[in-house]
């Protein structure tokens, strides 16, 4: 069990300098002091304009002398990194402490991290010079981060499926083929023992069939979407990079941006999101019809909540013409890594009864669906 003076300085600092009559720090305490003081900073302004009536009336040493760079040195030194993160996406989300990505000495301090991304997206507009700069760099990091984690599973599901019909010159137990091996050396069955001898073993080679698709990425970039966009931007790097691939990307609001020759650039897809705005899939989905050159090996993924500011008629005419031309039509509801979609049920339901597709999807899914399709 916790000691009792641990549990009562956990209290203290839930409830801060004010409670310092009734709760007192374990002696020499000077750390719990520090953290009080930094979680002070930040949560006092939970109480507005009575923040000064509190002061006048609470206990403590005066006014805290913490800037807003010393405040997140302070954190990191005294917290743990998930207790950083939570806190510095507070500051940003909670109290529009928008310093941080205003002041370069603070931009530098900040932990690259998908929050403090999707943070930056929403406020790149207020940024130039240097904390721009600054900020290409942060959303560099967590883009490669991701690209790390999620290329794994794209080398796996496009290199690694075996081809039984081709014998392998490697020697891997990986890539044994048992039933070949089995059938090859039943001649060489010895009845007295009652031993099957193996004298030829056989392995499977790795499949490399380079069928050329083209896969069309189009993306909504409202302001509800941005965990799709994040991921709709890594997944166009990763799969411009297949050989089997042409991948085309497109992002739109009321206006269409073809942003196919930064594909390979997942840094510069996400600086150009204008996040917020009006939607026109309609729109968007006739762009995209138009990349069409071989409609029996081309897949067009719409990432979209589906809630359409243009007319649903539109919508659904131009996603029946992409279907009967014989292109895949698939529209992600949400690409992330939890998929929990918020979209409109009824524009989805009628686009699935039109044969299209319909769901949302974590990326390592897409992955599995599209190589299903194309290798």
Not at 108 to 123: A, C, H, Q, V, Y
Not at 243 to 249: E, G, I, N, S, Y
């Amino acid at each position: 069990m916790e000691d009792e003076q641990e549990i009562l300085n956990r209290w203290r600092l839930v409830l801060g300098r004010y409670a310092s009559g009734q709760l007192s720090f374990s002696p020499n305490e000077a750390r719990l002091m520090e953290m009080e003081e930094a979680l002070e900073y930040l949560y006092e302004r939970e109480y507005g304009e009575e923040q000064d009536i509190r002061k006048e009336r609470g206990g403590g040493s005066g006014d805290s002398q913490l800037t807003v760079p010393k405040w997140l040195q302070k954190i990191k030194k005294l917290f743990p990194k998930q207790t950083v993160e939570i806190m510095e996406r507070h500051a940003l989300d909670k109290y529009g402490m928008t310093e941080l990505l205003t002041d370069p000495d603070v931009m530098r301090k900040l932990e690259p991290n998908r929050e403090l991304l999707k943070t930056i997206l929403s406020m790149k507009h207020l940024m130039s010079g240097e904390v721009l700069t600054l900020a290409r760099e942060i959303v560099r990091k967590v883009a490669e981060e991701l690209m790390r984690k999620l290329e794994q599973e794209v080398r796996q599901s496009f290199f690694g499926k075996l081809n039984r019909s081709m014998t392998s010159p490697i020697r891997s137990m990986r890539n044994l083929d048992i039933k070949k091996t089995i059938r090859r050396n039943l001649k060489n069955y010895d009845v007295e023992r009652g031993q099957l001898l193996l004298k030829d073993i056989y392995f499977s080679a790795r499949m490399k069939r380079y069928n050329s698709w083209r896969v069309i990425i189009c993306v909504d970039e409202s302001g509800s979407m941005l965990d799709s966009v994040i991921h709709s931007a890594v997944m166009a790097g990763i799969f411009a990079k297949l050989p089997m691939l042409d991948t085309k990307l497109v992002i739109f609001d009321t206006n269409v941006v073809d942003l196919s020759g930064y594909a390979e650039d997942p840094v510069e897809i996400l600086m150009s999101v204008q996040l917020g705005g009006g939607t026109d899939i309609g729109g968007a989905l006739s762009y995209c019809e138009k990349l069409i050159d071989y409609p029996y090996r081309t897949m067009l993924v719409l990432v979209s909540d589906l809630y359409e500011g243009c007319g649903y008629e539109n919508m659904y005419r131009v996603s029946k013409g992409i279907i009967e031309s014989g292109a895949r039509l698939v529209v992600l509801t949400a690409l992330d890594m939890e998929a929990n979609p918020d979209y409109d049920r009824n524009a989805a339901k009628k686009l699935a009864g039109m044969g299209v597709h319909v769901g949302a999807m974590t990326p390592e899914e897409l992955v599995g669906f599209v190589s299903k399709i194309v290798v």
